[in-house]
């Protein structure tokens, strides 16, 4: 049976969010027992918490909502790699030797930055930097993704990576948990919700290892 890897952080009261952004809530609006045959409950929350993609139209108004984005951008194989550059922004020479050989029989890209992930917010986070995101779409990269919360800094007016990659055609995933993840190819599973109109969806993000990894 294939090994499954969660890369979905756990989604409870407390988890940190873009600061200002609508915290977490799950709430019972109906509680089994006193005649009350289930359990029913409610959440409000950010869509941008935990593990999600971004649509277009996070960042754009004339980009697509995530009820109209490829599906087949978040399944299919992947490479998972390990970079922490000192300077924040991950560049080309940022990644591995053999990223890009790697790349061409799996076009898609988690990159793990962090070591042990931060317990609060990171103001500090792993971005892309524009450059990066053109040598990607350049290789006929279909989907990236980060342990961190953007793919541009925190203090981006522009969002210039994000803006790059929508145009290329690359989906973006963020927040995802890839601590207990060892470098190597996989299969991705990450589907948004089809949530009508909106700028962006959680997703359950799983990888399914190969042999070998």
């Known amino acids: 049976m294939s090994r499954i890897l969660d890369i979905s952080r756990p989604v409870a009261a407390g988890i940190p969010v873009w600061p200002g952004d609508t915290p ?19 959440v409000t ?3 941008h918490t935990g593990a999600h993609t971004d649509a ?6 004339a980009g697509a909502p995530i009820d109209a984005v490829d599906l087949r951008r978040y399944l299919g194989p992947c490479v998972v790699v390990h970079a922490s550059p000192a300077h924040g922004g991950l560049r080309p020479e940022d990644l591995p030797a053999g990223t890009e050989a790697a790349l061409r029989a799996a076009p898609r890209l988690l990159v793990r930055t962090y070591g042990e992930r931060p ?9 892309l930097t524009p450059e990066l995101a053109d040598w990607l779409a350049d290789r006929g990269v279909r989907l990236v993704g980060l342990d961190s919360d953007s793919m541009d800094a925190f ?23 890839l601590s207990a993840v060892a470098p190597g190819t996989y299969d991705l599973v990450a589907l948004p919700l089809r949530l009508v109109g909106a700028d962006a969806s959680p997703v359950r993000a799983i990888l399914v290892a190969r042999d070998g990894t």
């Open 24 to 42: 977490y809530e799950y709430r019972r609006t109906w509680k089994l027992g006193g005649g009350c045959p289930v359990n029913v409950g409610a």
């Open 155 to 177: 203090d981006s007016k522009e969002l210039p990576s994000h803006h790059r990659l929508a145009a290329r055609g690359v989906a973006i995933l963020e927040g995802l948990d």
């Open 56 to 61: 277009p139209y996070h960042f754009d108004d």
């Open 119 to 127: 317990s609060g917010f990171d103001t500090h986070l792993h971005h």
């Open 45 to 47: 929350m950010s869509l």
